[in-house]
C-alpha cells in the first residue's frame, strides 16, 4: 500500500501536535516546575542623570551575576517570577547612568520560596 503525500503531511502534523501536548500537560502538572515569586520594592535614587535599575539575583549571598532585569528609573519595583520551591533566593539592585556606569549594590534581600 502507497501512502499519498497527504497523508504522511497529515500523519506528521499528528505527530506534532500529539508531542506539544503531552509537552504541555507535561508542564501544567510537573510538580518540580518553578512558581514562586518574589516581589522587590525600593525607593527612587537621586541624579539627573540616572536612567534605570539592574535587578541581581543569586542562591547564595553576593554570589551575583549578570542583572536577570532592568527597569526604568520611574518603576521601583519589580516581581521575580518562576522561583523554585525549596530555595533561598538573594536580590539586590543597583541604579545606572546613561554611560552605563552602575551605583554599589543596595542591601542584600532574600527570600525562602515555601
Not at 525600593?42 to 535599575?53: C, I, N, R, T
Request: net charge neutral; proline share 7%.
Amino acid at each position: 500500500m502507497s501512502l499519498t503525500r497527504s497523508m504522511i503531511r497529515h500523519y506528521l502534523a499528528f505527530q506534532i501536535y500529539a508531542f506539544l501536548l503531552v509537552t504541555t500537560a507535561c508542564a501544567l502538572f510537573n510538580p518540580t516546575v518553578p512558581s514562586g515569586t518574589a516581589t522587590l520594592l525600593w525607593e527612587a535614587s537621586e541624579g539627573s542623570d540616572l536612567v534605570g535599575y539592574k535587578i541581581y539575583q543569586a542562591t547564595a549571598p553576593g554570589a551575583y551575576g549578570e542583572p536577570i532585569a532592568t527597569v526604568p528609573m520611574n518603576v521601583t519595583s519589580y516581581t521575580v517570577p518562576g522561583l523554585a520551591s525549596g530555595t533561598t533566593y538573594f536580590f539586590t539592585v543597583t541604579a545606572y547612568k546613561s554611560n552605563g556606569a552602575e551605583s554599589p549594590f543596595s542591601s542584600e534581600v532574600s527570600k525562602t520560596i515555601p
